[in-house]
């Protein structure tokens, strides 16, 4: 370009740098940074260790039986590449449309006299770190434990990184080339939002389907007409044509002591494939592509959504109803904020579904006593989606005012109203989700009256209290200057908040484990139904004082930090 002649290798590096100095940049000048190197250290080891664990029991489990060991460890791995698959190409399809067409550097990169095929490759490398980081590290205790089970070499472990590189590679430039085909149609602000809704609806089948499908039943030989159906079933392939069928084909083959060269070499060959293939479609398309990039998507006020918040909130002062709107108008305007509903309630329906498939009834003494205990540790699981929901949503709160902030805190709306209309616009979407979850699910288990009325009153408790975590750790650990709100969750913040959302649930439970037990050993046993006073004013009270406590303690605090930012 312009007569510049640039080396591709040296256009690549110098493409990447500033990005990787960036970040090295911002881990240096981070507050706190060896606090939170070693809790965050200490939280991906502990995972880790506990995939690593679960894999290894269930493979030693897989290779005790006779037969078909090796066939279950196999179809095990082939399910879990091709789950990793999905959620690539699902996540380089949105995250490509930020790397390529709408990050703030851009302008400067397509005017620099770099070559259109490194300006790809490094954008291309930049998708695949953004995107698959939480699939390489989930895969990591995955390999590892097949490697231990099998007693694997060192050779083994250089295969599995071979391997997982083309396989990262192949989502991202299909990623990619669907990004790049769908903004020359349509202006790339508005290609963002139909992305959300067309990943988020594929999501959403691909949950619904892998559920329904219910792969236990591989657990489950019994379940099937015959011995010959079974075992035809644990060799029949995912796919054949799929990236993730090779790479597991590839590492078993290698574990079996049968490596299969075909299966490692089209892995490759096919990623190099799709790299030129990408390239030249960037070539091709990406100039007509960025200059739609600079549209923007015509929005309209939500005039009915003003006039619905005027009517429920008349009463309340002019300033409350501004701001409730606001927030309301916020969350509406960014589509992949609002076309998160539609996954989260596919989600909801198949933890539903996989409550009524528990197998509970095995006698009336023992169903009772199973589905009473499940249907009062179902008030942690519950508990536990709503809290993800809260670091969705409610999490985000602060961060997403972003360098407008000042503006707030330069106005004469008192600080307290501001996050008041933040935590009354994120608990009522939450309430409305938690209280059917629990009721639903306590009612298809036909737990008794008493179960049903605790958990309910608890459910609502914790609600609040989630809501009060939420709000309060993302004004403590704000991202005012992110691009993708979808970032701000998986933050350092994100990671507190949901370690203290985690304790909190514990704790409850925990407090009102000893008056249920006695309740359910009186009924199990043939004793008299009613629980104890004492224990149950005891388990109750500890519970609402843990719960008023993470209502008020984060609220102020977040408040506190709020009005000690100087803009």
Do not use: C
Not at 79 to 88: E, S, V
Not at 143 to 148: I, K, M, Q, R
Not at 358 to 375: D, H, K, M
Not at 393 to 409: D, K, N
């Amino acid at each position: 370009m312009n007569g510049v002649a640039v080396h591709p290798r040296a256009g690549l590096l110098w493409l990447l740098r500033p990005k990787l100095r960036t970040r090295i940049n911002r881990a240096r000048t981070d507050e706190g940074r060896t606090f939170k190197a070693l809790l965050l250290g200490f939280v991906g080891l502990f995972f880790w260790t506990l995939i690593f664990a679960v894999i290894f029991r269930m493979l030693l489990y897989f290779r005790g039986t006779q037969g078909i060991g090796d066939l279950l460890s196999a179809k095990l791995l082939g399910l879990a590449f091709l789950t990793f698959l999905m959620i690539l190409i699902l996540s380089n399809v949105i995250t490509a449309l930020s790397t390529f067409f709408l990050s703030e550097d851009l302008e400067f990169v397509v005017a620099a006299p770099v070559e259109a095929e490194t300006v790809y490759a490094a954008r291309l490398v930049e998708t695949i770190v953004d995107s698959s980081w939480m699939v390489a590290l989930l895969a990591i205790p995955l390999l590892a434990a097949y490697g231990a089970v099998y007693a694997a070499g060192p050779l083994y472990y250089v295969l599995a990184v071979t391997t997982v590189i083309p396989f990262l590679i192949i989502p991202a430039v299909a990623g990619s080339a669907v990004t790049l085909l769908l903004v020359n149609v349509f202006p790339a602000r508005r290609t963002r939002d139909l992305l959300a809704l067309i990943g988020l609806f594929a999501a959403a089948g691909v949950v619904a389907l892998f559920r329904f499908l219910r792969p236990e039943r591989l657990m489950s030989p019994d379940e099937f007409s015959s011995l010959v159906d079974f075992v035809g079933a644990l060799q029949a392939p995912t796919s054949t044509w799929l990236p993730s069928e090779w790479a597991s084909e590839t590492l078993m083959s290698f574990l079996a002591g049968r490596f299969d060269w075909f299966s490692f070499a089209f892995l490759w060959s096919s990623a190099a494939a799709a790299f030129v293939i990408g390239a030249w479609l960037h070539g091709r398309f990406f100039d007509a592509g960025f200059t739609r990039a600079q549209e923007g998507a015509e929005r309209k006020a939500g005039r009915r959504r003003s006039r619905l918040v005027d009517g429920l909130l008349g009463s309340r002062p002019p300033s409350t109803r501004v701001l409730v709107a606001k927030e309301i108008h916020v969350f509406f305007r960014d589509t992949t904020q609002w076309s998160q509903l539609i996954l989260l309630g596919v989600l909801v329906a198949v933890y539903v579904y996989n409550i009524t498939v528990l197998p509970l009834y095995t006698g009336e003494q023992v169903s009772f006593l199973l589905i009473n205990a499940v249907s009062f540790l179902n008030l942690g699981l519950a508990g536990f989606v709503v809290a993800a929901i809260a670091a969705r949503f409610v999490f985000p709160a602060i961060s997403i005012e972003g360098r407008m902030m000042w503006l707030l805190r330069s106005s004469p709306l008192d600080v307290r109203r501001v996050f008041w209309s933040k935590y009354w616009v994120g608990t009522v979407p939450l309430l409305a989700v938690a209280l059917p979850l629990i009721v639903v699910t306590n009612v298809v288990l036909e737990a008794t009256p008493f179960i049903l009325v605790l958990t309910t009153l608890t459910m609502v408790g914790v609600t609040f209290a989630l809501t009060s975590l939420a709000l309060g750790f993302g004004a403590l650990y704000p991202n005012y200057d992110t691009e993708n709100v979808a970032e701000i969750p998986t933050s350092f913040g994100g990671l507190l908040f949901m370690m203290a959302a985690v304790s909190y649930l514990a704790g409850v439970v925990i407090l009102e484990a000893w008056p249920v037990y006695l309740y359910l050993n009186s009924r199990f046993t043939g004793g008299a139904a009613e629980v104890g006073l004492a224990p149950l004013l005891m388990g109750v009270s500890g519970a609402a004082i843990l719960t008023a406590l993470a209502v008020v303690l984060p609220l102020r605090a977040g408040m506190q930090r709020v009005q000690s930012i100087d803009f």
